[in-house]
């Protein structure tokens, strides 16, 4: 019961993100008289939003309640994103893009923060999986939608007609969730004790960490923290401009909305099996290095072949996007298994404010390449070059400590 609502609430804070590609690529810019500098910088000034202010929106979730910021999150995000058609100022557009991020940036951690209080190890894999999917699945349906609605009524139209979901759907989320098993009526009492029980038993097994100064200091959190930037430079890099990419090719915005829409679909497929591997065979981080590998060899190869052959460049297009999103299951399990309940929520912020960071800096980087250059060619080794480090991390978080006597 309460999978699927976090799954869609989730999904609909991908949608008011990632939509601006399809602005972009529909004249909003030329509309209006946006310079392509200027345009790089909306697509990514979300994210500087969004990094600023996970730290204390998590804090919040994890003392307080991730229910109600979520809440207000789902309201305040749909009305910002709606605005986004009506304006016709950049200053205000730059805010408007600014403050969609703050008021998204804690939607992850608190996600997490809720999950790791109902499911177990033997299933946070998959549930974390299940949560994320909300960004490959709403970037199929979106690509499709978004496509058409630009082509039937325009862009400005577009940001409006796509910010009245969340706004709806916040009443829905309020009605269903809860913070704890304890405070879900729909759960019997039994149950509720037995999850909680669990849930204790599992927290007995990590090392204990003092406070969130600690936590912030501890070598796994930065190294995760760095690991989580790198990657989110290639998927933020992907996510905000494939479709300029793909318009380098003359087509309608509704055939781009098809073909945006196919990296996505085989993700969700990736994702998924991924997850499932990973809970059955209890194996988290060296499930997420080689997946990120892939995807920064699959963008080497469409870097060589440059602009000689547009559908081999898509094919790979379309890998480098599945293993991107393919690890984030067992990715965020091992988050939730590997940091103590009391500074979780704060670790986990600062890990996806350093991916938000990665975000903004892949964003505006590939923007400004793609730009500069005229072809995505430069763009694809920043990503690449990105990932191969991300996964270099990885590799290392995932061997087995050495015995004492080996150091």
């Known amino acids: 019961m309460l999978l699927p609502v976090i799954f869609v609430s989730y999904s609909l804070s991908y949608l008011d993100r990632a939509n601006f ?6 004249g909003m810019a030329t509309d209006l008289n946006i310079s392509p500098a200027e345009n790089s910088l909306l697509g990514s000034l979300f994210f500087l939003g969004y990094f600023l202010f996970q730290i ?36 205000l557009l730059y805010l408007d893009r600014f403050l969609l991020g703050v008021v998204e940036s804690a939607v992850l951690p608190a996600m997490l ?16 999986a299940f949560l994320v999917l909300g960004n490959p699945a709403t970037m199929l349906w979106m690509s499709l939608l978004s496509g058409w609605l630009v082509s039937e009524f325009g862009w400005r139209w577009m940001f409006i007609i796509e910010g009245l979901p969340p706004v709806i759907w916040a009443f829905v989320w309020w009605k269903v969730v809860s ?3 304890r405070d879900a009526s729909w759960l019997a009492p039994a149950d509720q004790q037995a999850l909680d029980a669990q849930l ?7 090392p204990p960490i003092r406070n969130y100064a600690a936590a912030f200091k501890s070598p796994k959190v930065i190294a995760l923290s760095a690991q989580y930037f790198l990657w989110s430079i290639g998927v933020y890099g992907f996510v905000i401009w494939l479709p300029s990419i793909l318009k380098t090719r003359d087509m309608t915005m509704t055939e781009l909305g098809l073909l945006s829409a196919v990296p996505y679909l085989v993700a969700v497929f990736a994702e998924i099996g991924v997850a499932t591997l990973s809970d059955f065979s209890k194996k988290r981080m060296p499930l997420v290095w080689p997946c990120l590998l892939f995807a920064a060899a ?5 870097y ?31 988050l939730a298994e590997a940091l103590p309940a ?8 600062l890990i996806n404010s350093m991916g938000a960071l990665g975000s903004f800096v892949g964003s505006y980087g590939v923007g400004r390449l793609n730009d500069v250059t005229g072809s995505p060619g430069a763009s694809y080794l920043l990503m690449a070059a990105a990932l191969i480090v991300a996964a270099g991390i990885t590799f290392s978080m995932s061997r087995p400590a050495p015995p004492p006597h080996a150091r």
């Not at 994890?62 to 605005?83: C, D, M, P, T």
């Not at 009391?342 to 912020?349: D, H, L, P, R, S």
Request: no cysteine.
């Open 113 to 128: 923060i809720l999950q790791s209080r109902w499911y177990t190890r033997n299933e946070r894999a998959r549930a974390n």
């Open 179 to 181: 913070d704890h098993p």
């Open 298 to 302: 699959a963008f080497y190869g469409s």
């Open 21 to 26: 590609s399809f602005g972009a690529a529909a």
């Open 342 to 349: 009391n500074v979780a929520g704060g670790a986990i912020a």
């Open 304 to 334: 060589l072949l440059g602009s000689t052959n547009f559908w081999a460049s898509f094919v790979l297009l379309i890998i480098a996007g599945a293993m991107m999103y393919a690890p984030y299951g067992p990715y965020f399990a091992y």
């Open 200 to 206: 204790v038993q599992e927290q007995r097994g990590i």
């Open 56 to 91: 204390p929106g998590a804090i919040y979730a994890q003392k307080y309640s991730a229910k109600r910021l979520i809440f207000f999150g789902l309201i305040g995000w749909g009305l910002l994103a709606s605005a986004t058609g009506l304006i016709t100022d950049i200053n």
